[in-house]
Nanobody
Framework: QVQLVESGGGLVQAGGSLRLTCAAS????????PGWFRQAPGKEREFVSA???????YYADFVKGRFTISRDRAKYTVYLQMNSLKPEDTAVYYC????????????????WGQGTQVTFSS
């Protein structure tokens, strides 16, 4: 069993930055590939980024060059550094973990956190 808890969301202005944190518990977390998804109001949940067991990273095109995913395996923690934030980045961001290969499909992830809200403030 793996539990995921996100934190770090909040209000952000144009060009601002936030760092999301996903704290995991469960001895088997190191065998999972964690990822980040987001869901804006009225839209489907979409893939943002993921990192493999070996450290390989994957990003959605709309965040490439702006977001960086990383993991601290010793601390069972995954981070999403978000820079140059835009209004369209407003969403609830979810941490997830998959026991299979990294995938952009939400249904392939086994565990989910409760989400953390990122809101663009004008």
């Amino acid at each position: 069993q793996v539990q995921l808890v996100e934190s770090g969301g909040g209000l952000v202005q144009a060009g601002g930055s936030l760092r999301l944190t996903c704290a995991a518990s469960g001895r088997t977390f190191s065998t999972y590939a964690p990822g980040w998804f987001r869901q804006a109001p009225g839209k489907e949940r979409e893939f943002v980024s993921a990192v493999t067991w070996g450290g390989g990273t994957y990003y959605a095109d709309f965040v490439k060059g702006r977001f960086t995913i990383s993991r601290d395996r010793a601390k069972y923690t995954v981070y999403l550094q978000m820079n140059s934030l835009k209004p369209e980045d407003t969403a609830v961001y979810y941490c997830a973990a998959t026991s299979t290969l990294v995938t952009t499909t939400p249904g392939h992830y086994d565990y989910w956190g409760q989400g953390t809200q990122v809101t663009f403030s004008s």
